[in-house]
């Protein structure tokens, strides 16, 4: 009964109305690249101050939960991550939009997020104090080997490509330790530039490595960026609710891999999505058309990244360590409202905590109609939107989101080179979601790496303390087969189909191999990458043995895997291709000066900001590439109406983020 009266107290008027208020704010700032769930949080926590604790907090989780639910918005219809939970997503969502079906994507994405929301919040409801325990079972070994299980989760996303993957890895990993070392302090590989000493900052890479390529090739043509629907004004729901009701295994599994991985501090959704998009991917009879648009793999993400929202207030709620970032911040709201956090808060302010887990179970249920309704909306509106105006409307949100982040113009610089090589790298193989899985899980790996080999050299038994462990060999297991599955299960495959072919299928098979060609672009690649592994080891030389040991460490691998590379393509036969990883070589002249000016325009972006401020720099970007998106000659009414929508959409954003945000913006030189 005590705990029927904590449910009706979650019920009342202002606590529904507060939990669907939240959620609203927070899928449409999530939804937004650049304005993660942890900035959504942060900027909203003051408002909750003068709130009673229970409504304040019920506030807050609906905001952390709609954040990362609309992280999926950016992701399918704009193959940007909205938040770095939504980096799996990208790999099947924006396929499905690209062939016609962003609506039954985001409908999915709705019905999967709120079955993982809910596994995850009547987990924190139900088994919160057991499940803390397996947090504190994890140290620092045990965390550099969960970093590394993501890691070779490379393997299963890069079947074909593993090499080209692990050096995405490493490139990302290398990426990670620019700045300031998290152990020993050391400065390292910022060539003496100030603006580095931060490191690069995660989010705004995860814009540049995903958005950018997009906007480069968004140009390139005048063909629609996603194909809307012939019958665009159906929501979907029962066929959404059809098909995840045939894949509830897949649902409920990926919801529990959210839960376990939310729970470990630090770990967060870009691991759980991962894990559970593998997994799924393992236990799929078309593991093929993953990558390609396939439905499995987006219920499987989006079941897992929202999943972590209850998994992570398990530790934040019992041990007083918060899982991630967003939980750092409600953990302060709890202390500013007087809130005691460690295992006898059940006990002691039941009356709170169990009224805000209710309250976040049913902002969770109120993201389905929220959710189709504003997804809906978002889908009908990118999908009739010209490119006119989508392609400078989504290089703003870009600007604007690396920006927002620090309020800092270097940010924004970064994103964009960042964006621009990330578009070379793929045109040659070098998919860009190695590199932000590295990025993101450096810090992690270092981290327990460095303390690891701290502990392992004083006890003088190094090996027993990387390797010693239960958990660890586990996680170790774990990552092997990650690694080495999909490889030996394309192997078999292979085999099996060879045996079931004539002689003359196996003679045309192999003619067929031997049209592979050299790549003289990728030994190219090879030879850079060979170099950039030898220079960052030799930049180590100068740093301490705790900053050194791990960028030390990749730099090594890197050298590895690029030889490896380049003995791979030398061994094949020279020839000429006439294409590169589907991008075609002979493409028009007039796309590829599009491109040209489309980089040229988003540099200049980024270096005037500071100098010219945000509205002009912003005016002036947004009308420039307006007219590179612009194929034909345009009447005088579009004209004005491009001009108006610069001006609307420049001017709206500047009075959202100082004004409502209160977000330090660089000043222009006239207003």
Known sequence: MELLSYLLEALTPINLLLALAGVVAGTIIGSMPGLSATMAVAVLVPFTYTMAPASGLIMLGAIYTGAIYGGAFAAILVNTPGTPSAIATTFDGFPMAKRGEGALAITLATVASVVGGLVGGISLLLLAPPLAEVALAFGPAEYFWLAIFGLTLISALSVGNTIKGLIGACIGLLLSVVGVAVVGGDIRYTFDSQALLGGIDITSAIIGLYCIPVLIDLVATKDPHITMQSVDQRSHLREAFRFALGRKLNMLRSSVIGTIVGILPGAGGSIAGLVAYTEARRASRHPERFGKGEPDGLIATESANNATVG??????????????????????????????????????????????????????????????????????????????????????????????????????????????????????????????????????????????????????????????????????????????????????????????????????????????????????????FIATGVGAYVETQDMSAMGAVFPGTIAVIMVVLAVILAFQQLRLPRGQKVSVEGHELDAPRESNIRRILAVVVLGAWAVLLPVLGFCVSSLLAFIALTANATFERPSKKEIVVNLLSAVVIVGGFYLLMTEVLLIRMPESLFF
């Open 311 to 528: 998994g992570g207030f398990i530790p934040t709620l019992v041990l007083g360590i918060p899982g991630t970032p967003p939980d750092a911040i409600i953990l302060g709201a709890l202390l500013v409202q007087g809130i005691k956090i460690g295992p006898t808060l059940f006990t002691a302010q039941g009356d709170v905590v169990y009224t805000f887990i209710y309250g976040l179970l049913i902002a969770t249920l109120l993201m389905l109609p929220a959710g189709l309704l504003l997804g809906r909306y978002a889908f009908k509106s990118i999908s009739k939107t010209p490119k006119t105006l989508l392609v400078p409307t989504v290089a703003f949100l870009t600007v604007i989101g690396s920006f927002a982040i620090h309020s800092n113009a270097h940010d924004t610089l970064m994103m964009c080179i960042l964006g621009v090589a990330a578009w070379i790298l793929n045109r040659f193989g070098f998919a860009p979601s190695p590199i932000v899985l590295g990025l993101v899980l450096g810090q992690i790996a270092e981290q327990g790496f460095v303390q690891t080999y701290l502990i392992g050299n004083a006890q003088g038994a190094i090996f027993d303390t990387f390797f010693g462990r239960p958990i660890s060999l586990g996680i170790i297991i774990c990552a092997a087969l990650a690694l080495f599955y999909p490889l030996i299960a394309e192997h078999l495959k292979r085999r099996k189909d060879r045996k079931e072919k004539g002689a003359i299928d196996v003679l045309t098979e192999a003619k067929q191999a031997n049209t592979s060609c050299r790549s003289s672009a990728a030994i190219g690649f090879a030879a850079l």
